[in-house]
């Protein structure tokens, strides 16, 4: 890795940005709270990134003399400061290394910004140029193999170049410290309406809604909010600063679309949503042909108006888009998002049409893949073995034809995690999949899963809260982060939150379960009997739910009603699926260690996903000084975490 330098004052490393001028660290445009000394071994650091910078060397710049009587606790404490700023840790380091008893160094990739203001030139036209220019440019070239369209861009940024160069009004305001336009470091893209009077038409104003979020994604240092968030909104007529407060961003882009035969007409507008003030505004009118064209001239576009890095349009290798498979992908990707099984079939329906009219369209695998998966994880099907592999051999395929599409590195990580307990490779594909695309939430929740199976609650949590951020209003989002800390075994917190989330929204009944087992292992044993009842009949008997019910009812006691939910999901295995956890959860509560061993090891032959929190999971804490026990993980290759020990003492 390259030495920055000394002389460098602005630094990008990962998501953040570091200011040694002002003292400033921020991520993704937020301000990052950070100390002066953190800061300051954070400066250090990344003027030599990938070299040693020793601990002796810390002290003589951060702690000169005899200012610290003890530099060995200030240095530790520094550390770990600026480790929790960046959600970094000492076990699995992103940024910050430890070079036992030596010192420490910076291993993420680190860029001068200073060094490379070239870039944002291309950037500082106005709206209104930058708009033109990009349009004219990629409007010309709208059935250009998606190959070549890259010379295109490539001109187009010349273009602004040149722009900037005659816009001598820009450059007057900007020598006379005039305001350069709003500051917009997060944005969020509404549904756009579909205005074709036809409600069947309803997919592809969604999917233009996606594919620019898709896009505006690749913005740099740009908070972008996912497509479950802004889909709250959709057919809703609020007041944009109130959807900015709710949403927490700076500006909104909303538009519609006309469907009309080939043709298609899509408006545009972007709004600096506090103040309700139009920034920028277009219409297009094309053959649906250049469908993919106008949604790149619209984030381009936007990019520029919000002073942006222009995203990579297309991406590099991807093949030519065939219209008839983009609109079969629309339609999947509508029917996907409900995230119902009859819905999901549909969807592969219609990913399979589109691969049927482009057998090299890699979007189309990735979107079967998301398919596979979610029929996997959802349903508990007999054929999940099947489905698994189709899982990742799509994801698979979809890198082969485009190795940086983000949502196929995700897919395939997703499988690896919780299918083929491949801890390294899940990692690796997941990261990727955070490198191309930081906006993509389920890639962060997932993260969030993987370091929660490894015990690192710490790296769960800032993986958790940055999907949130990302999806502020998703329902999984906001009960992931109660489920994070009952991992975590912050019980009262995750009381906190549950009783928070079911009293803003009270259709929220899945984290009752959460709630009830915080409650049953505080003690707390009435309350926790009224949430996980409640939860029951709420989920309508399910065997998850029984399951946690019969628990309870055995700690507290209640062993014959125990024993006949035992009876009822027994029966029940007859007939339907049933997850052998429920009956390892049930067991452990009657204190039938041997009977809650046999089902969880029937569990790790069915590769149920739960496994991989075998190591965290505290309603095993019974069985884990267990040889049969230890077996499992050992198998698993989980590793051993503090509290086991405690546990077998």
Not at 52 to 73: A, C, M, N, S, Y
Not at 77 to 93: E, G, H, Q, V
Not at 282 to 300: K, N, P
Not at 564 to 574: F, G, H, P, V
Request: hydrophobic share 45%; aromatic share 8%.
């Amino acid at each position: 890795m390259d030495d920055v330098g000394r002389g460098a004052q602005r630094f990008r490393f990962g998501t953040f940005e570091a200011d040694a001028r002002t003292g400033e660290l921020t991520r993704q445009g937020r301000k990052v709270k950070l100390q002066e000394q953190p800061f300051q071994i954070l400066i250090a650091l990344l003027e030599r990134s990938g070299d040693l910078v020793t601990r002796e060397e810390l002290k003589q710049r951060i702690w000169p003399g005899d200012t610290v009587l003890d530099f060995d606790r200030g240095l530790n404490r520094a550390i770990n400061r600026l480790r929790d700023a960046l959600r970094d840790s000492a076990d699995n380091p992103r940024f910050v290394e430890t070079i036992p008893k030596r010192g420490y160094r910076l291993i993420a990739e680190v860029q001068d910004l200073e060094a490379s203001m070239v870039a944002p030139l291309a950037v500082s036209a106005s709206p209104q140029q930058a708009e033109t220019l990009t349009s004219v440019s990629l409007s010309r070239t709208a059935k250009v193999r998606p190959g070549k369209r890259i010379v295109v861009a490539a001109a187009a940024g010349i273009l602004l170049v040149a722009a900037v160069v005659w816009n001598t009004a820009h450059w007057r305001s900007r020598l006379s410290g005039a305001p350069a336009g709003p500051r917009i470091r997060s944005i969020a893209v509404l549904p756009f309406e579909n205005l074709s009077n036809d409600r069947a038409q309803d997919y592809f104003a969604d999917g233009i809604t996606d594919e620019l979020i898709t896009d505006l994604a690749k913005l740099k240092r740009m908070r972008v909010i996912s497509r479950t968030s802004v889909m709250f909104y959709k057919g809703k007529r609020e007041p944009l600063p109130a959807i900015a407060r709710t949403l927490g961003v700076d500006a909104v882009v909303e538009g519609s679309v006309v469907l009309s035969g080939r043709r298609v007409r899509i408006t545009a507008q972007l709004l600096l949503a506090r103040e309700d003030r139009h920034l920028w505004a277009e219409s297009y009118e094309r053959d649906l042909t250049d469908v993919l064209a106008i949604q790149h001239e619209i984030a381009a576009a936007v990019a520029h108006a919000v002073r942006g890095y222009l995203p990579p349009f297309p991406r590099p290798g991807a093949t030519a888009v065939n219209t008839t498979a983009y609109a079969d992908y629309l339609q999947g990707r509508f029917y996907w998002n409900r995230r119902t099984i009859p819905d999901t079939r549909a969807a592969i329906d219609y990913f399979e049409r589109a691969l049927g009219a482009d057998p090299n369209f890699a979007l189309g695998y990735a979107g079967l893949a998301d398919c596979y998966s979610t029929m996997w994880a959802e349903q508990g099907a007999p054929d999940e073995e099947k489905l698994a592999a189709q899982a990742t051999a799509s994801a698979v395929r979809a890198l082969e034809l485009d190795p940086n599409l983000g949502e196929a590195h995700a897919s395939l990580g997703y499988t690896y995690l919780f299918h083929d307990w491949n801890w390294a490779a899940a990692k690796r594909e997941l990261d990727r999949a955070v490198e191309l695309n930081a906006n993509d939430a389920d890639a962060h929740d997932w993260l969030s899963h993987y370091y929660i199976a490894m015990g690192q609650f710490d790296a769960s949590l800032a993986e958790s809260r940055t999907a949130l951020e990302i999806d502020p209003l998703g329902h999984l989002r906001r009960a992931h982060m109660a489920w994070h800390f009952l991992y975590a075994r912050q019980y009262d917190e995750v009381i906190q939150r549950s009783r928070r989330l079911v009293e803003q929204d009270p259709g929220m009944l899945g984290v009752l379960f959460f709630l009830g087992k915080a409650y049953e292992r505080t003690g707390k044993l009435r309350e926790a009997r009224a949430s996980l009842e409640k939860f029951a009949e709420a989920m309508h008997r399910t065997p998850p739910a029984l399951a946690a019910l019969a628990h309870l009812y055995a700690v507290s006691g209640e062993r014959g009603k125990a024993q006949d939910l035992l009876t009822e999901l027994l029966a029940r295995s007859r007939s339907e699926f049933v997850s052998p956890g429920c009956f390892t959860e049930i067991y452990c509560g009657l204190n039938r260690h041997a009977d809650a061993l046999d089902w969880l090891e029937r569990a790790y032959a069915a590769r149920m996903p739960e496994m991989i929190y075998l190591a965290v999971e505290a309603e095993y804490d019974p069985l884990r000084a267990e040889p049969r026990f230890k077996a499992l993980v050992s198998k698993l290759q989980l590793p051993a975490l503090a509290f086991d020990a405690q546990l077998e003492r």
